[in-house]
């Protein structure tokens, strides 16, 4: 198995705000177009994003709150609990709305939207790692404290 620390959790979710960031200035122009900015799924979506950034926000602070505190098996607990599943149920709600909003014609053909989906699609590629990569930190932890 492929030794993982917390760094790699960081690592993650600053790739993912990478994106995050990346998907923002896509939504910003897309705003200018007034057939996506008036849709209320498009909407809904934007909502849901936001949440998403919000709680994504919190999760890299409390990683790296973690990190310092050494790697504590309980604040890693709690970070998965509280802050990344929390974080995973947003975009998934923001996907919904999108994928909704995408079906209307005036929206599907607006070349910006798919950017936008491109940019959601290595969202959830990376939430999956963190998700990934947090659990076998936890399975780690787990295993040396049944060897303790």
């Known amino acids: 198995m492929k030794d993982i620390d917390l760094s790699a959790v960081i690592s993650l979710m600053q790739t993912q705000n990478d994106y995050i960031n990346q998907v923002y200035k896509i939504i910003y122009v897309l705003?200018?177009?007034?057939?996506?900015?008036?849709?209320a799924e498009f909407q809904k979506f934007t909502v849901h994003f936001n949440s998403f950034m919000l709680s994504h926000a919190?999760?890299?602070g409390f990683s790296k709150a973690s990190e310092a505190s050494q790697n504590n098996y309980v604040l890693l607990e709690k970070l998965i609990d509280s802050e990344i599943l929390a974080t995973a149920e947003q975009l998934e709600f923001a996907v919904?709305?999108?994928?909704?909003?995408?079906?209307e014609p005036r929206i599907r053909t607006n070349l910006q939207i798919l950017l936008l989906n491109q940019?959601?699609?290595?969202?959830?590629?990376?939430?999956?790692?963190?998700?990934?990569?947090?659990?076998?930190l936890l399975e780690k932890f787990r295993q040396t404290q049944l060897q303790n």
């Open 96 to 103: 919904i709305h999108l994928e909704t909003a995408i079906k």
């Open 58 to 60: 919190r999760s890299e």
């Open 31 to 39: 705003y200018t177009d007034l057939n996506v900015a008036n849709n």
């Open 119 to 136: 940019g959601i699609l290595m969202l959830e590629e990376t939430q999956l790692k963190i998700i990934e990569t947090v659990e076998t």
